[in-house]
């Protein structure tokens, strides 16, 4: 039995490389496929979310701001780039005059644009990281400023219309480190790359939490005191969880913007931060790739829903945050556990319907 439940990670997340790399791009038209990669991009942010909910404890409402950070890091540079060199972008020659402030200038270099990518989501959860936890916030208290942050994110971003676009965003990229991204073709090698980043990211998940630091994460969740009594710092544990997290969110989010062309502070405020946690919560924070799974399913679910039910996808999304909550609290993963345990009590048929003994009529 114990081999059969460590060979069960293996199986699935092999059937979920098969699904993601073979069936769909064999199945689905190029529009349902380009909708594809972009739930992929919300399941990179997702797994990272996994690793800091599910396994930590932690419950991050505000990682719209490193999905943020990473999407206009990835526009800036698409945009310069395909302004060409000396030129500016088109909606800075609208809004600002044709005057591009200087710190723009590095973003035309791709391979700074991927070092940021990577580095200030993570230098940005560090040292919030390290303000929180080393003063021992957790809790509601966090959730409630992570999801402050992502929310004065946002803000920051619409009130800087001549460097972010404002309300509108950053859109009309046409090529991606050199590929158009009017070929179809180009278009397909966008959804590889974000499908092969989300079986990257969760092997690495995977990784982490069958090492030594994924057995302290899950101490530090159940038992906080008793793991520093052990002579860990619970903060530096967390610590590393949160930062591994940001940067999967910050990846997500650079690859967003070419797979959907825009980019706003409607994609990354409080209320984009929860619809990750409900994809997380859908799948099953706890497992390995409920969060991806999950976080795909409710992209499909709020395209198909808003859809057929244009102003009503929202309330749509609450109830299933509400009904996730209340009937399943450990997601989708739970369902075989809950089929098991309805097997193992239900009566056999001998015994429902077998003949009377005869001392039970005297």
């Given at each position: 039995?114990?081999?059969v439940?460590?060979?069960?990670?293996v199986?699935?997340?092999?059937a979920?490389?098969?699904?993601?790399?073979?069936?769909?791009?064999?199945?689905?038209?190029?529009?349902?496929l380009?909708?594809l990669a972009k739930?992929c991009?919300f399941?990179?942010?997702?797994v990272?979310i996994?690793?800091?909910?599910g396994r930590?404890g932690?419950?991050v409402?505000?990682q719209?701001?490193y999905f943020?950070?990473?999407?206009y890091t990835m526009?800036?540079?698409l945009?310069l780039s395909?302004a060409?060199?000396?030129?500016?972008p088109d909606?800075?020659v609208l809004?600002?005059?044709?005057?591009?402030?200087?710190?723009?200038?590095?973003?035309r270099?791709?391979?700074?644009?991927?070092?940021?990518?990577?580095?200030v989501p993570?230098l940005?959860a560090s040292v919030l990281g390290l303000?929180?936890?080393k003063?021992?916030v957790?809790?509601a208290?966090f959730a409630?400023?992570s999801?402050?942050?992502?929310?004065?994110?946002?803000?920051?971003?619409?009130?800087?219309?001549?460097?972010?676009?404002?309300?509108?965003?950053l859109?009309g990229?046409?090529?991606?480190?050199?590929y158009?991204l009017?070929?179809?073709?180009n278009?397909r090698?966008?959804?590889?790359?974000?499908?092969?980043?989300?079986?990257?990211?969760?092997a690495v998940a995977?990784?982490?939490y069958?090492s030594r630091y994924?057995?302290?994460l899950v101490?530090?969740?159940?038992?906080?005191?008793?793991?520093?009594?052990?002579?860990y710092?619970?903060a530096?544990i967390?610590?590393?969880a949160?930062v591994?997290?940001?940067?999967?969110?910050?990846i997500?989010?650079a690859?967003?913007?070419p797979?959907?062309?825009?980019?706003?502070?409607a994609?990354?405020?409080e209320f984009?931060?929860?619809?990750l946690?409900?994809?997380?919560?859908?799948?099953?924070?706890?497992?390995?790739?409920?969060p991806?799974v999950?976080?795909i399913l409710?992209?499909?679910?709020?395209?198909?829903?808003?859809?057929s039910?244009?102003?009503?996808?929202s309330?749509?999304?609450?109830?299933l945050?509400v009904?996730?909550?209340l009937l399943?609290?450990?997601?989708?993963?739970?369902?075989?556990?809950i089929?098991r345990?309805?097997?193992?009590?239900?009566?056999s048929?001998?015994?429902?319907?077998?003949p009377?003994?005869e001392?039970?009529?005297a």
């Open positions: 039995m114990t081999r439940r460590r060979s069960l990670p199986v699935g997340y092999a979920l490389a098969a699904a993601l790399l073979l069936l769909a791009p064999a199945m689905l038209s190029d529009f349902r380009s909708l739930y991009c399941a990179m942010a997702a990272g996994g690793l800091a909910w930590g932690m419950l409402l505000g719209g701001l943020g950070l990473g999407a526009a800036m540079h945009l395909d060409g060199p000396g030129n500016v909606f800075m809004y600002a005059a044709g005057q591009m402030p200087s710190w723009w200038e590095p973003f270099s791709p391979v700074v644009t991927v070092l940021v990518i990577v580095l993570a940005v303000a929180v936890f003063r021992r957790k809790g208290y409630i400023l999801q402050a942050l992502a929310a004065a994110f946002a803000v920051l971003l619409i009130g800087q219309v001549k460097t972010t676009g404002g309300f509108n965003g859109n990229f046409q090529s991606f480190f050199g158009s009017y070929d179809p073709a278009q090698m966008l959804y590889f790359i974000a499908a092969g980043l989300v079986l990257a990211m969760i995977g990784w982490l069958r994924g057995e302290l101490a530090v969740r159940d038992s906080e005191e008793r793991v520093r009594f052990l002579g710092d619970p530096n967390k610590l590393v949160y591994v997290a940001a940067v999967m969110a910050g997500g989010g690859m967003f913007v797979v959907v062309g825009i980019i706003s502070p994609n990354v405020d984009a931060s929860i619809a946690l409900i994809g997380v919560a859908l799948g099953g924070r706890a497992t390995l790739l409920g991806a999950g976080a409710v992209g499909y679910a709020e395209t198909s829903l808003s859809e039910f244009p102003g009503f996808w309330y749509f999304q609450g109830a945050f009904l996730v909550i399943l609290p450990g997601g989708l993963a739970q369902l075989p556990g089929l345990r309805r097997r193992s009590v239900e009566p048929p001998a015994v429902v319907s077998g009377v003994p001392a039970a009529h």
